[in-house]
Each structure stands twice: as structure tokens, then as C-alpha cells.
């Protein structure tokens, strides 16, 4: 399969198990009778005027559903009316009888039998190269095939989308049919346009396409389309992208430029506001940086090695004793994110720090944070340009000054530490 091909396929998988979520996650809200059991079973002639919310290893519906059916399991099997949407996901889904609204599932192997009312979004296995053995699956007892099937006597009453590994369309669509898959054979009706995307794409004589055929495969010799099943047929023809052109020295000169500005200003702006809204603590930091610079990159290496397993330690417990949520994923965000403050204005206050060194006496703090920062994107920058390992030298600049600053920041956190600091230097009113 094309880089392109795969590209197509790839977005359609995506939107197809994006829609799926959404759905789920969109129902989630609604009240609705919940139930978790290994084997389930609406029996006949049952009627529930609920929504039903559905785990288990088996589950059968033979009884309706006025509401929405929402099922996750091994094997799901739907015999009787649902008045609302079914949305599932499991090893295998059967669909036999029909329902009113939209059906999106997900599932090894699909087999639809029955009427849809709405739009059917499918994701299925199967073979995805043409001549690939379908490998049956036996879930619980039952020998179920991969792939998606609409079987004659099923219809879609509006859009189908499906991807997945191989599909084997004979019943009616009534609206537009867009599918990538690895193989794709079309037999039924579609009522309006069909795209379909495939390694391998097979449409009988007997199908027919209310609108124009799109399609798109490898070869055209992996494409089966007889004259007269649509009013017109139209490859997908996508040109290949041209690489775009090398930067010539001036542009690559501008652009180096431009983005050590954007960065001297925005680290400008960081710097000025701690010097403004948090003068104590950060002029207590710069001052370990300037007198204790070995020791606060010591800790500060030892913080970069040690923090994503502490993260993750203590997102684990926050996980254990509250729950994935808020407690694992509320701690995740705000040490990754304090982790993440930290890299951004690392360079601020390393930049000050080398400032301070640079010019002494009463001279402007904002004019050493000015010289200094410049000083170290300069440093950052000019690695850049070393051959082929130039991002990996500025990317351990960045980690040495992360260390610098988060070393400097603990120790200036230290119990008792403003105690033992010298006086701060003072510099003129900024």
C-alpha cells in the first residue's frame, strides 16, 4: 500500500474510532439502566423503556430497547428492535434485528443482518493484503469470521463509514459510502456516491452506485469495477508531494533570526515577571546559581534523572487511593506541568545568572538578564548548526541548563537557606 494510500486509510480508521468515543463518552451522561455480568441475555418479548448500558463476556438481546443500546464484551449478539442507537465494541457483533437510529461499533468481526435506520460507522479486522487467509475466531463457543458484513438482507437508511481489514458489502446503503480497507468486495446497493480505498477492490456486476464511484488502490490491476454499476467512475488520482525546496543561505540566516528574537523576547518577558511578581525567590535562586554553581547542577542533574520515575511513582498513587479520576490524572497534569514551567523558564534563569557574572556593580538587573539570556540562545543556537549533531548538543544545553536552574531552585527552597545566602546583590531600581 502507497504512503498516500496508507494515509487515506489511516485518517479514515481514525475518524471511524473517533466517532466511536465520541459517542460513547456523549451517552455517558444520560440516565440509563447499567449491568455487568459475564453472560447477559434480554429475553424475548422483554421490553426496556431505558437506556441500557451493558458489560459481559456473552450478551444476547432477544427482548427491545426503547433508548439507545451501549455494550462492551467478548461476544454481542442483537435479535430484537432498538428504538435508539447501538453503540458496541467487542471481539465479534451480530446484528440481526433492526434499529431505528445509528449503529457504531467496533469488533473483530462484524455481521449485519438486519435494518439500520441511520448512519453505520464500523471498524472490523480481516485480511488486510489480498490472498491473506481469514483466520476464523472462536469467541465463546461461537466460530465467528473477521471482517465487516452486510448481508443481503440488510440496509443502512443513511451514511456508512468502515475501515478495517477487509469488508464484504451486499445489502443496501441509502446514502453515501465511504470505506478503506484492505479488501473490499461491493455486491448491493449504495444510493449515492461510493469511495472506496483499498489494497484490493472487487465490485460485481450485479452491485449498483446511485452516484459516482470513487476509488483508489495500489495497482489498477487490483481493481474490479465492470461499465454501467455507476454513473460514472472516477479514480482518486492524488499527486505525489514534491519536496520543497532547500532554504537558500540567506533564508536559513532569517529564519535563525526570527526565531532567536521570538525566543530572546519570550524569555525576556518570563525573566521580567519573576524579577517583578516573585522578587524574593528569584533573586534567592540566582544567587545560589552565582555562588553555588557546582553543587546546585549536581541536584539539578539529580532531579533530571530521578523526576519522570517520581511522576510516575506518585501518579501511581494518586491512581491507588483516588482513582484514575481526578486523583492519577489531576496528579499527572500538575507535576508534569510544574516539570514542564520549569524547562520553559530554565534558560530565563540561567540566562540572569550569567548576566549577573557579565556585568557587575549597580547596573540594571533587567540589563544583565538582557545580556545574559542573549548570551546563552546564542550558545543554544550556534550548536544547533554543528553537523548532525547539532540538535543533539543544543537539546543537552537545555538539560544542563534545566539542571542549573532546578539544582539552584531546591537549595534556594532549602530550610534555612536564606540564612546562609550572602547579601543579594542590588542593583539599580529596575
Known sequence: MSAIQRGVQGRLVAAVLVSILLSLLAGAAVAATLVSQDDYRLPTGEVLEDNLY???????????????????GGYIEVNGEISGDVLAA????????????????????????????????????????????????????????????????????????????????????????????????????????????????????????????YYSADTESAVTIPSGVALSVEPVVTETPQPAPEPSLNEQILNWTIRLVRALIGLLVLGWLLIRLLPSFATRTVDVMHTQPLPAIGVGLLILVAAVPAVIVLVGLAWLFWGFFPGGLATAMFLFGALG?????????????????LVGGQSSEILKLLLGVLLVLLIIRIAEWIPFAGGFVAWLLLSLSFAYAGGSIALALRPGSAAKQPAAQTGAPL
Do not use: C
Open 341 to 357: 514551567i520549569l524547562w520553559f523558564i530554565s534558560p530565563a534563569l540561567t540566562g540572569w545568572a550569567v548576566g549577573r557574572r
Open 90 to 213: 467487542a471481539g465479534a457483533i451480530v446484528v440481526n434485528g433492526p434499529v431505528a437510529g445509528d449503529v457504531r461499533i467496533a469488533a473483530g468481526g462484524l455481521t449485519l443482518n438486519g435494518p439500520i435506520g441511520g448512519d453505520l460507522v464500523s471498524a472490523s479486522g480481516g485480511a488486510a493484503v489480498p490472498g491473506m487467509p481469514f483466520i476464523p475466531m472462536d469467541i465463546d463457543g461461537r466460530q465467528m469470521q473477521q471482517g465487516t458484513f452486510l448481508a443481503g438482507s440488510s440496509s443502512v437508511g443513511k451514511d456508512a463509514m468502515m475501515a478495517g481489514g477487509s469488508a464484504v458489502v451486499d445489502g443496501t446503503i441509502a446514502g453515501t459510502l465511504w470505506a478503506g480497507m484492505g479488501t473490499i468486495q461491493l455486491n448491493g446497493a449504495v444510493g449515492g456516491d461510493a469511495h472506496l480505498y483499498g489494497n484490493q477492490i472487487s465490485v460485481s456486476a450485479g452491485a449498483s452506485v446511485g452516484g459516482v464511484l
Open 54 to 72: 451493558v458489560a459481559g463476556e456473552s450478551i444476547v438481546i432477544d427482548g427491545n430497547i426503547e433508548g439507545d443500546l451501549v455494550a462492551a
